[in-house]
């Protein structure tokens, strides 16, 4: 069966093969389902008003009046687009995923990666240093959820260097499977957290920065793909997040 660059969903797949850690119907994937669904409507609500009220101002109010609604108005679009953000994160999260299956360059794709957040590394003086394998490495996956995933891990090696610091990226080809390892030399996790930060809405970041939802989704779209996560951290050290991904993805699909 050719599966590549095709769609499929695989959490039918998975339900079907009866995986344990995988069920739809589970009282937390509903309850999140749920809130999803129901905050997007008044979040579509606010951003609408909020867009209809600069319209507003420009007709009624001189320049100095508008300028302040418009700041304002755009503490509401920006806070409203934040929430819209985690119900989006809620939503993926909730409905299992669908994956689009193609060949691709990891080491591309870390590359992209690593640009999306080249400003945010250069605004706290982080650098990111590379050791990739010394051949390219293609492999058969859903690019989208793997840039999800690796830009999900880099994000919070961000978040956990305070100012000044280094992440570093290493690949690795083995038989059947690649190894992307990354680490930080950060704030570290507490050794009572790390079984607890795969959990969902588990955030140790203030109200506003973390949604606790990164790494749970890191988990979910890693068991699609058929890969794995794991964390090795120490306090005031750093952390190091490995991911493991099958260099095919057929094999989860017979
Ligand atoms: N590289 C890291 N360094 C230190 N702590 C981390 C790192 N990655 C994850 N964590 C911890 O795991 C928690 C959960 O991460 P995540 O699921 O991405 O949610 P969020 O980033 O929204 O808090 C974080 O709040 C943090 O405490
Ligand atoms: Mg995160």
Redesign the pocket.
């Known amino acids: 069966m050719e599966m590549d660059s095709s769609v499929t969903n695989l959490s039918d797949n998975r339900e079907k093969k009866g995986d344990p850690h995988f069920d739809k119907n589970l009282p937390l994937h509903r309850l999140v389902a749920q809130l999803a669904h129901d905050l997007n409507l008044p979040l579509a609500s606010i951003l609408a008003y909020a867009e209809e009220l600069v319209d507003l101002a420009k007709e009624r109010y001189g320049m100095d009046g508008f300028m302040q609604i418009v700041e304002y108005i755009e503490i509401i679009q920006s806070e409203a687009n934040h929430c819209k953000d985690i119900v989006d994160k809620m939503l993926r999260y909730a409905k299992g995923l669908e994956i689009q299956l193609e060949i691709v360059d990891l080491h591309d794709l870390l590359a992209d990666c690593v640009q999306e957040l080249s400003r945010r590394c250069k605004e706290k003086a982080i650098t990111v240093d590379t050791k990739f394998w010394s051949k390219p490495i293609t492999i058969s996956t859903d690019p989208t959820g793997l840039r999800q995933v690796i830009t999900?891990v880099l994000?919070?090696?961000c978040?956990?260097i305070q100012r000044e610091g280094q992440i570093t990226i290493r690949t690795e080809a083995q038989k059947d499977s690649v190894l992307v390892e990354i680490s930080?030399n950060?704030?570290?996790?507490d050794k009572e957290?790390l079984d607890k930060?795969f959990d969902p809405f588990?955030?140790?970041?203030d109200a506003g920065k973390?949604?606790?939802?990164?790494?749970?989704i890191c988990q979910g779209i890693l068991q699609t793909l058929n890969g794995k996560i794991t964390v090795d951290?120490k306090k005031a050290v750093g952390?190091t997040?490995k991911i493991w991904l099958p260099k095919r993805i057929k094999a989860i699909l017979t």
């Open positions: 999900n994000s919070n090696a978040d956990s930080d950060g704030v570290g996790i957290f930060i588990f955030t140790t970041k973390g949604t606790g939802l990164g790494l749970a951290s952390t997040i």
